[in-house]
C-alpha cells in the first residue's frame, strides 16, 4: 500500500520540476531577447548544496505522501474495544506519550503500543506538561477504541487522523525540492541558451 503514496509523492515532484520549467524558460528567453542573460559557472560547492537540499526535499516529499496514504487508509480499518495497560511519557527534550494497551480478535489476544500525538511547542516544562494532559486520558484499566489491519490483526493503532506537521514536513520537502531543482534548471538553461551557434559553411 505504501507503493501508491510514493507513487503519488513522485507525480507530485514531477509535476513540480514541470512548473519549474514552464515558469523559467519563457523568463530566460525573455532575458535573452534583450540581452540581460547572463552565465557564470556555479563552483562545485554551490553543486553540493543544491543536491544536497534536493535530496531532502526528496526524502521528505516520499516519506510524508507514504506516511499520509498509511493514515488515510487505517481510517478504514475496523475497530475493536481494547483496554489500557499502562501509560507513561518518554523523552528529556521532547516528550512522547507511550500507551501500553491489549485486544482480542476472534477470540485471540494481542498487545501492543502506540506513540500519541503530542505538540512539541514552547518550552520544556510546557512540553512536558502538555504530553502528560495527553497521557492523563489514558489511564492504565480504561477501554480504548483500537483500530486494526483485518488482513494482519495484530497491526494496530489509536489514532488515525491526518496530522498537520505531516502537511508541514510535505511543505518542506516541495519547498526544498523546487528551490534545489530551480536553482539547478535555472543555470542549465542559461548555458544552453548562450551556447555558442555552430556557423552553417
Known amino acids: ?117 503530542s505538540p512539541q511547542f514552547g518550552g520544556k516544562n510546557m512540553r512536558k506538561e502538555t504530553s502528560e494532559r495527553i497521557a492523563s486520558a489514558f489511564e492504565s484499566g480504561k477501554d480504548i477504541t483500537v483500530y486494526y489491519n483485518p488482513l494482519e490483526p495484530s497491526e494496530s493503532c489509536l489514532e488515525t487522523n491526518l496530522r498537520w506537521d505531516m502537511f508541514i514536513r510535505l511543505g518542506v520537502g516541495l519547498f526544498l525540492y523546487v528551490g534545489a531543482i530551480g536553482a539547478a534548471l535555472e543555470h542549465l538553461l542559461r548555458k544552453i541558451l548562450l551556447a555558442p551557434t555552430a556557423s552553417v559553411k
Open 1 to 117: 500500500m505504501q507503493d501508491i503514496g510514493s507513487a503519488f509523492g513522485l507525480t507530485l515532484i514531477a509535476l513540480s520540476g514541470a512548473v519549474v520549467l514552464i515558469v523559467l524558460l519563457p523568463i530566460l528567453l525573455g532575458l535573452k531577447q534583450f540581452n540581460r542573460l547572463t552565465y557564470a559557472p556555479y563552483p562545485l560547492w554551490i553543486w553540493g548544496i543544491i543536491g544536497t537540499l534536493g535530496v531532502i526535499g526528496l526524502t521528505l516529499v516520499l516519506s510524508q505522501s507514504s506516511e499520509l496514504h498509511e493514515r488515510s487508509l487505517r481510517k478504514k480499518w475496523p475497530t475493536v474495544q481494547g483496554k489500557i495497560d499502562s501509560t507513561v511519557v518518554v523523552g528529556k527534550r521532547g516528550f512522547l506519550p507511550i500507551v501500553a494497551y491489549r485486544y482480542a480478535i476472534d477470540g485471540k489476544e494481542y498487545a501492543s503500543s502506540a506513540e500519541l500525538y
